[in-house]
């Protein structure tokens, strides 16, 4: 369809992305492919504090149900009191994250799940297809060997195949595995679960090298990235931004010229949005990671550990674990009861892995952006500001929905309507 359908201002070329991280630089690849001039700006340095170099790699489009599902209210609770449980949160919340909470509350329920199920589906299966078509252009490790989702207890198997059978609804390729089954698909390690569910369809990744090679590819393709600068605020006129404000380093401030903005700033994102007069409620989720250089076992496929939420995926000879929501501030500040708990976890499920194994190992905190209902902000920022865009929200979600966020923004920079319809992803949804 034409570009004057969709009533935004596409006037201009060069469009300036806020936030370098797997969002923005998506975001700049797939507009640079679209025609247009691209600058990245990034407050960290390179290869910074985002959480997009070092998370667990996952591509889910098993991952279907929002943050905001039932029973995450009541079981939140439960953990919020244990220091070593998979969640937190921050027991002084100020006004807008009292008011995150709420709407959260809102929207934790089966209605909820019901009308945004498909939406989330749909993107992760268009996105695990545009990361096929980027793996053709860059090598970053993409294996297509599905995910487990294993189960200590029977409780929560049976849980988790019943939502196996909503996936299959969905269209996905999905099997519930016995322990047996287990270990025929991945023999490499050993397993002491009472079963597990198998999602053909999910993949992973080494995401350093996804991130490493889209930089390569932004600035092969004319692209600009700049590091260590840091967006304040906008320079506007007649309803339009003209120019980004920012400041790098102990440098004054500079103004940055854009035809278009998109703010990708991840959990920083609602600062920058406040400035135009969009509140966009947003929490920062705090989320640890331990890579083992050289485990005593290397399983060849991704898995979750399901009552610990811990995310384990082979990165080449090497074997990550990832998990934990800390809802609350955006430090990254590293909580050694948490990283116990992940460890205990690790230690349950895979007997040959002991909690002394992770003693000197790297501890890493990486902040996610959380919207109250679990489902991105995408889309135009609104009146005020109508050559500015927003990209953020994906919570755990976020390189796993990259490329398709980058695909459909593109599509919005130019004026044209998305493949799909993203009506329930509008940043003024709240």
């Known amino acids: 369809m034409g570009k004057d359908t969709l009533n935004i201002n596409t006037a201009g070329d060069r469009v300036v992305v806020i936030g370098g991280g797997v969002i923005g630089l998506c975001v700049a690849y797939y507009a640079l492919r679209s025609g247009k001039q691209v600058v990245v700006i990034e407050r960290e340095v390179q290869g910074g504090g ?18 905001a599902a039932p029973g995450m209210i ?28 709420y709407l959260f509350w809102r929207h934790a329920n089966r209605p909820h799940v019901e009308a945004c199920r498909g939406l989330l589906c749909e993107l992760n299966l268009k996105s695990r297809e545009l990361f096929v078509e980027l793996s ?8 297509k060997r599905g995910l487990l989702m294993l189960c200590e207890k029977q409780q929560t198997l049976e849980s988790e195949a019943s939502l196996a059978e909503s996936a299959r609804e969905l269209g996905l390729d999905v099997e519930v ?16 679960v009472t079963g597990g569910i198998w999602f053909k369809q999910d993949c ?37 931004v003209k120019a980004v404000q920012a400041s790098a380093g102990s440098a004054r401030s500079e103004e940055i010229e854009a035809d278009q903005v998109v703010i990708a700033g991840g959990a920083w994102s609602a600062d920058l949005a406040r400035g135009l007069g969009l509140k966009l409620p947003m929490a920062a989720g705090k989320g640890y990671s331990m890579t083992l250089s050289e485990p005593v076992q290397l399983p060849r496929i991704c898995s979750i550990l399901a009552e610990a939420r811990v995310a384990v995926t082979p990165i080449g000879d090497a074997l990550r674990f990832a998990g934990t929501m800390e809802i609350g501030g955006r430090n990254l500040s590293i909580n050694e009861r948490r990283i116990k708990g992940i460890c205990k976890s690790v230690s349950r499920c895979f007997p040959q892995f002991k909690e002394r194994q992770f003693d000197g190992v790297e501890r890493w905190a990486g902040l996610r952006p959380c919207s109250p209902d679990g489902l991105p902000y995408l889309g135009p920022a609104g009146p005020g500001a109508e050559n500015v865009f927003i990209a953020t929200g994906h919570a755990m979600m976020g390189l796993s929905l990259a490329p398709v966020t980058g695909y459909l923004m593109a599509q919005l920079l130019n004026g044209d309507f998305p493949d799909m319809d993203i009506a329930k992803l509008t940043p003024a949804r709240f």
């Open 50 to 67: 985002n959480c997009s170099g070092k998370n667990a790699g996952m591509v889910v489009p098993s991952h279907f149900v929002p943050l």
């Open 136 to 143: 053709a252009e860059f090598d970053y490790g993409l294996v």
């Open 204 to 240: 992973h990744m080494d995401p350093g090298a996804f991130t490493s090679g889209l930089r390569a590819k932004i600035i092969a393709m004319g692209g600009e990235i700049r590091y260590e600068v840091d967006a304040e605020g906008f320079l506007r006129e007649e309803g339009k």
């Open 74 to 101: 009541a079981l939140g609770l439960r953990w919020m009191f244990n220091p070593e449980s998979p969640f937190a949160f921050s027991l002084r919340p100020g006004p807008a994250l009292m008011r995150w909470a």
């Open 177 to 192: 595995c016995s322990t047996r089954r287990l270990t025929e698909i991945d023999p490499g390690i050993e397993m002491a």
